[in-house]
């Protein structure tokens, strides 16, 4: 059984930084694409950053390119978001999402197992 978990989330001023962790168990890890989501309240989750199964290769949503980062441990299971220079749109729920293949994390990419989120609220 899949299992992705959250972690890091909180209340921080703007301006601020957060990283976030996605501990997964139940896969190889190595194997499959990694991606963030985020969903703040009355709107549509959005993709915000995707990273391959070695970690070389990256992808941002605009709105996060140049104040976040993405990486990736695959020796601890583990994902990360780095996010810097926190604006109050930037509050919302984050999700981890494993995706369905080395090939999958992209924004159009398909997304089999996600975690229960963790709510990053930044405040003005």
């Known amino acids: 059984q899949v299992q992705l978990v959250e972690s890091g989330g909180g209340l921080v001023q703007a301006g601020a930084s957060l990283r976030l962790s996605c501990a997964s168990s139940g896969r190889t890890f190595s194997n499959y694409g990694m991606a963030w989501f985020r969903q703040a309240p009355g709107k549509e989750r959005e993709f915000v950053a995707g990273i391959s199964i070695s970690g070389l290769s990256t992808y941002y949503a605009d709105s996060v390119k140049d104040r976040f980062s993405i990486s990736r441990d695959n020796a601890k299971n583990t994902m990360f978001l780095q996010m810097n220079s926190l604006k109050p749109e930037d509050t919302a729920n984050y999700y981890c999402?494993?995706?369905?293949?080395?090939?999958?994390?992209?924004?159009?990419?398909?997304?089999?197992?996600w975690g229960q989120g963790t709510q990053v609220t930044v405040s003005s």
């Open positions: 999402a494993m995706g369905r293949g080395p090939s999958h994390w992209r924004p159009e990419a398909i997304y089999d197992y």
